[in-house]
């Protein structure tokens, strides 16, 4: 068994930053790729940004330049440093996990997080 727990969303005026933070734990043999999606209402969740165990990252267009991703290797886990937040950045933030366990390898998703952008 594989849990996500993300965390660090809130409340912040645009131009404001913010750093989510997501832990895996469990039943984990590797984990290939880690990373945040957001999901705001009416949409479909979109990718933000990501991070293989290469240390690859890609990142969103709409958020090149702004939003930072790594990872600890060692802890099992992913920060996300969101700055120069707009009004559009608002959504719930998942954090993902393409992780190989004991005998499976699935994808993984934290509960979300609430990022909110207004003044």
């Known amino acids: 068994q594989v849990q996500l727990v993300e965390s660090g969303g809130g409340l912040v005026q645009p131009g404001g930053s913010l750093r989510l933070s997501c832990a895996a734990s469990g039943n984990i043999f590797h984990i290939y790729v880690m990373g945040w999606y957001r999901q705001a209402p009416g949409k479909q969740r979109e990718l933000v940004a990501t991070s293989t165990s290469g240390d690859s990252r890609n990142y969103a267009d709409s958020v090149k330049g702004r939003f930072t991703i790594s990872r600890d290797y060692a802890k099992n886990t992913v920060s996300l440093q969101v700055n120069s937040l707009k009004p559009e950045d608002t959504a719930v933030y998942y954090c993902?996990?393409?992780?190989?366990?004991?005998?499976?390898?699935?994808?993984?998703w934290g509960q979300g997080t609430q990022v909110t952008v207004s003044s």
């Open positions: 993902y996990a393409d992780i190989r366990g004991i005998t499976t390898r699935e994808d993984y």
